[in-house]
């Protein structure tokens, strides 16, 4: 019988080889979660620190993306949120996975949560998938190939006064408050100057809409590599900048950045520089 999760992770009918597994691993692990979704009566959870959960669904999501990659790719290194990291053996070759990004949001019931799939050579993105199931979104891109939507090339937004901007970023709790302050301040400084600020729960899909031009810029610090790697190519493949908020720390180490349409970008950096000095 057909995977009817398969049908809904839509690729550029040109998608190369790597692309189209990488969507395969995708639709495997959004049928374990759908379903997972659907009865969590019983579905073990822990947390890893304060507030910061995984769920068996997570862990076998994961496993599923892990096993389809490594069948056609044996070889390729491995950092996945819930297994750690295996070392490449294929130049330098790596992928990068969330198997669940936005949890809690998947814990609770609300729809909003993604697989995010990326393979890297050394520090640099070669190919993404960012798969929302529930939603039947599945955005992709490949290195100088642009960024797709089900298919359809899309770009960020035009660029826009600060005072239209509509942005998205991300608010510690729980365990993860290294840098609360940071955060405050952020707030304060960009709240009065934009149109709106957005606090979805899944950075994967913040980096995807940012993509999609639904966002204009998303900023955020202390993040996982494994929720920025996929879509920090998907928004420079649809003509967006993403940049550190720190200049002497790498986004993937930091996990701080800022990205969005490249004007911009510069704009909430300079008033983020502000409320710093």
Same mark, same amino acid.
């Given at each position: 019988?057909?995977?009817?999760?398969?049908?809904?992770?839509?690729? /550029?009918?040109?998608?190369?080889?790597?692309?189209?597994?990488? =969507?395969e691993?995708?639709?495997?692990?959004?049928?374990?979660?759908l379903?997972?979704?659907?009865?969590?009566?019983?579905?073990?959870?822990?947390?890893?620190?304060? =507030?910061?959960?995984?769920?068996?669904?997570?862990?076998?999501?994961?496993?599923?993306?892990?096993?389809?990659?490594?069948?056609?790719?044996?070889?390729?290194?491995?950092?996945?949120?819930?297994?750690?990291?295996?070392?490449?053996?294929?130049? #330098?070759?790596?992928?990068?996975?969330?198997?669940?990004?936005?949890?809690?949001n998947?814990?609770?019931?609300?729809?909003?949560?993604?697989?995010?799939?990326?393979?890297?050579?050394?520090?640099?993105?070669?190919?993404?998938?960012?798969?929302?199931?529930?939603?039947?979104?599945?955005f992709?891109?490949?290195?100088?190939? #642009?960024?797709?939507?089900n298919?359809?090339?899309?770009?960020?937004?035009?660029?826009?006064a600060?005072?239209?901007?509509?942005?998205?970023?991300?608010? /510690?709790?729980?365990?993860?408050?290294?840098h609360?302050?940071?955060?405050?301040?952020?707030?304060?400084?960009l709240?009065?100057?934009?149109? !709106?600020?957005?606090?979805?729960?899944?950075?994967?899909?913040?980096?995807a809409?940012?993509?999609? #031009?639904?966002?204009?810029?998303?900023?955020?610090?202390?993040?996982?590599?494994?929720?920025?790697?996929? !879509?920090?190519?998907?928004?420079?493949?649809?003509?967006?900048q993403?940049?550190?908020?720190?200049?002497?720390?790498?986004?993937?180490?930091? !996990?701080?950045?800022?990205?969005?349409?490249p004007?911009?970008?510069?704009?909430?950096?300079?008033?983020?520089?502000?409320?710093?000095?």
């Amino acid at each position: 019988m057909a995977d009817p999760a398969a049908d809904d992770v839509r690729l /550029p009918p040109n998608a190369p080889e790597t692309l189209r597994i990488m =969507g395969e691993a995708a639709a495997l692990a959004a049928t374990g979660l759908l379903d997972a979704s659907q009865n969590q009566a019983g579905l073990r959870i822990t947390e890893k620190t304060a =507030g910061d959960f995984v769920s068996e669904a997570d862990h076998d999501a994961e496993r599923v993306i892990a096993n389809r990659l490594d069948r056609a790719f044996p070889g390729y290194g491995w950092l996945g949120e819930e297994s750690g990291a295996r070392q490449s053996k294929v130049d #330098g070759l790596r992928w990068i996975v969330d198997p669940l990004d936005g949890t809690t949001n998947f814990l609770k019931g609300l729809p909003h949560w993604a697989i995010s799939i990326a393979l890297y050579q050394g520090d640099t993105p070669l190919a993404a998938i960012i798969h929302d199931p529930v939603k039947r979104e599945t955005f992709s891109a490949e290195r100088g190939q #642009g960024t797709f939507l089900n298919g359809t090339l899309i770009r960020v937004s035009e660029e826009t006064a600060m005072t239209s901007a509509l942005l998205a970023t991300g608010v /510690p709790s729980g365990g993860r408050v290294t840098h609360l302050p940071h955060c405050l301040r952020d707030l304060a400084a960009l709240m009065p100057e934009t149109a !709106g600020i957005r606090r979805w729960g899944a950075a994967a899909l913040d980096l995807a809409y940012v993509a999609a #031009g639904r966002l204009d810029a998303y900023w955020e610090r202390n993040l996982g590599p494994w929720d920025i790697a996929a !879509g920090r190519l998907i928004v420079e493949e649809a003509g967006g900048q993403v940049l550190p908020l720190w200049p002497d720390q790498e986004i993937l180490s930091s !996990g701080s950045f800022v990205a969005g349409h490249p004007g911009v970008v510069q704009s909430v950096i300079q008033s983020l520089d502000r409320a710093a000095s």
